[in-house]
């Protein structure tokens, strides 16, 4: 009699353990969820160590779990934690774009760019549209990584906002100065002055692009008279020499911001400018710039 109570006893007890076991786990999950909930992520990070210690090696867990986790983690600034949680979850093939847009800033801030640029493609192949920014930072890792037809294929996806910034359409201008796009140069150019009277780029471009224009049109005019020396031909000299002079008052508008926004490059700008003033038959001015040339 007393074994059998013993042994009864000792059943109880079994079935107490095991029923008791994965309430125990269920409680650590809700914790990690709770705290998350209160935006506690250290104590979430806590409890689903707590929780997925149960698990160890090779386990049925969906990798939802993992990435759930993972995102706690990263949140309590566990950043290694985060990363080998989401390569369970990876290892399990669950895929969301709050995974991978974490795995992309996470690469970012290690400067690790070939691992961001493929989080960033993957969130563009498989989540279009659902994080803000992708197309930007992918145009700006393109452009940095001189993958040019990538980068312009990009930027036809970017919002209308993210192509309206300096920096981007800097960016932008560059590529297209690459390729020798002039048409696109002259609309963007103007784009960035619109928006930074000191931008550079725009200075420049507009600049030179006005001296070769009179130039140009200077040499070619001056050609034709000197082939066909007649009144008629020469009134055609004159209204054309106002076109050249106008354009060189836009060029040395242009440069004399240059000269004062990058002192630096000065000497870059001085042959321009020195010519105009030689057009306008300013010698003096001319030979200021000349000596810087010199």
Same mark, same amino acid.
Do not use: C
């Given at each position: 009699m007393k074994l059998g109570l013993r042994i009864s006893i000792i059943s109880i007890g079994i079935f107490v353990v095991s029923c008791s076991a994965p309430k125990v786990l269920v409680d650590y999950k809700l914790n990690?969820?709770? =705290? %998350?909930?209160?935006?506690?992520?250290?104590?979430?990070?806590?409890a689903w160590k707590q929780y997925l210690k149960q698990f160890p090696g090779m386990n049925d867990l969906d990798?939802?779990?993992?990435?759930?986790?993972?995102?706690?983690?990263?949140? =309590? +600034?566990?950043?290694?934690?985060?990363?080998d949680w989401f390569d369970q979850a990876r290892f399990r093939d669950f895929a969301s774009a709050e995974m991978y847009s974490t795995l992309a800033e996470i690469y970012r801030k290690q400067d690790n760019l070939s691992r961001e640029l493929s989080s960033l493609e993957f969130l563009q192949e498989n989540f279009d549209g659902e994080v803000e920014g992708v197309n930007s930072r992918l145009f700006a890792i393109y452009? %940095?990584?001189d993958m040019t037809e990538k980068a312009l294929d990009v930027?036809?996806?970017?919002?209308?906002?993210?192509? +309206?910034?300096?920096?981007?359409?800097?960016?932008?201008? %560059?590529?297209?100065?690459?390729? +020798?796009?002039?048409?696109?140069?002259?609309?963007?150019?103007?784009?960035?002055?619109?928006?930074?009277?000191?931008?550079?780029?725009?200075l420049e471009w507009n600049a030179t692009k006005f001296y070769h224009?009179?130039?140009?049109?200077?040499?070619? %005019?001056?050609?034709?008279?000197?082939?066909?020396?007649?009144?008629?031909?020469?009134r055609i000299l004159l209204k054309e020499l106002d076109k050249v002079t106008a354009d060189f008052r836009?060029?040395?508008?242009?440069?004399?911001?240059?000269?004062?926004?990058k002192p630096e490059s000065r000497k870059?700008?001085?042959?321009?400018?020195?010519?105009?003033?030689?057009?306008?038959n300013n010698e003096q001015k001319a030979s200021y710039y000349r000596s810087f040339v010199e």
């Open positions: 990690a969820e709770q =705290a %998350e909930l209160q935006g506690d992520y250290e104590k979430a990070a806590i990798g939802s779990v993992y990435a759930q986790a993972a995102q706690a983690a990263y949140n =309590a +600034g566990e950043i290694d934690q985060a990363v452009n %940095e990584i930027w036809e996806e970017m919002p209308q906002e993210a192509k +309206g910034t300096e920096p981007n359409l800097e960016k932008y201008f %560059e590529l297209n100065k690459q390729l +020798g796009n002039d048409e696109i140069l002259d609309s963007v150019s103007i784009v960035l002055l619109e928006l930074n009277p000191e931008n550079v780029n725009g224009q009179a130039e140009e049109r200077y040499q070619r %005019e001056m050609a034709r008279y000197e082939n066909n020396r007649t009144r008629s031909q020469y836009v060029a040395l508008g242009y440069f004399e911001k240059l000269w004062e926004f870059d700008y001085a042959g321009y400018m020195s010519n105009i003033h030689v057009r306008f």
